[in-house]
């Protein structure tokens, strides 16, 4: 019972606080990325969404609006669409449409 007294008499110090006003702790923004590290997977990123997103980027293309440019980029991206398709690279988006559907209809 006296060591749990002295315990509790003891004043407790509160531990370093490492963390700024956003929660990021200082440690890991010390260890982030680099610019060019950050513009490489952006990078990465467009190219994967081009790759397997192909079916879509018509449709949004159109709901840009006309004009010769827009115009422009629909026929490219008819044209990328037609090569992903010829490719296979359309199938990971069908497969998950038709996942998302049967769900949908299972009500899950």
């Given at each position: 019972m006296v060591?749990?007294?002295r315990e509790l008499r003891e004043?407790?110090?509160?531990?370093?606080s490492t963390i700024t006003a956003?929660?990021?702790p200082l440690a890991l923004?010390?260890?982030?990325?680099?610019?060019?590290?950050?513009?490489?997977?952006?990078?990465v990123g467009v190219f994967t969404l081009a790759l397997f997103a192909s079916?879509?980027?018509p449709s949004w293309v159109g709901g840009l609006g006309s004009g010769p440019l827009i115009?422009?980029?629909q026929a490219l991206a008819t044209q990328w669409y037609d090569t992903m398709a010829s490719l296979g690279l359309t199938r990971p988006h069908d497969a998950?449409?038709?996942?998302?559907?049967?769900?949908?209809?299972?009500?899950?």
């Amino acid at each position: 019972m006296v060591a749990l007294e002295r315990e509790l008499r003891e004043p407790i110090s509160p531990p370093p606080s490492t963390i700024t006003a956003d929660a990021i702790p200082l440690a890991l923004r010390r260890s982030g990325a680099s610019v060019r590290q950050v513009l490489a997977l952006t990078f990465v990123g467009v190219f994967t969404l081009a790759l397997f997103a192909s079916r879509d980027l018509p449709s949004w293309v159109g709901g840009l609006g006309s004009g010769p440019l827009i115009d422009r980029a629909q026929a490219l991206a008819t044209q990328w669409y037609d090569t992903m398709a010829s490719l296979g690279l359309t199938r990971p988006h069908d497969a998950l449409r038709a996942l998302i559907r049967r769900l949908l209809d299972a009500q899950w």
